[in-house]
């Protein structure tokens, strides 16, 4: 088991950044993970995912170039980097551990979740 916690988030006018973290109390390094968002009324949506060593990283195509998602397996740390945010990208964010290869955008296939932080993007 692998507890999860993220941090980071806070309100930001649009074109701005955040650098979300989420820190992980378990094998780290033995966790394939991913970065979720829900908005209020909408479904929540994969983001991003990065494999167990983090030379993979996938992103979906409305923040692709915009956000990187990278880990420090030293410090047990998955972290979502978010530049020139929109106001579309205000949810709330989430880290997960335990993503599938071939299935990474599959919320049901990641095994333990942190608790969010909120991202609000102002227009």
């Known amino acids: 088991q692998v507890q999860l916690v993220e941090s980071g988030g806070g309100l930001v006018q649009a074109g701005g950044s955040l650098r979300l973290s989420c820190a992980a109390s378990?094998?780290?390094?033995?966790?394939?993970m991913g970065w979720f968002r829900q908005a209020p009324g909408k479904e929540r949506e994969w983001v991003s995912a990065?494999?167990?060593?983090?030379?993979?990283?996938y992103y979906e195509d409305s923040v692709k170039g915009r956000f990187t998602i990278s880990r420090d397996n030293t410090k047990n740390t998955l972290y979502l980097q978010m530049n020139s945010l929109k106001p579309e990208d205000t949810a709330v964010y989430y880290c997960?551990?335990?993503?599938?290869?071939?299935?990474?955008?599959?919320?049901?296939?990641?095994?333990?979740w942190g608790q969010g932080t909120q991202v609000t993007v102002s227009s």
């Open positions: 990065i494999n167990t060593g983090g030379g993979s990283t």
């Open positions: 997960a551990a335990g993503g599938t290869p071939g299935h990474v955008r599959l919320s049901q296939l990641y095994n333990n």
């Open positions: 378990g094998t780290f390094s033995s966790y394939a």
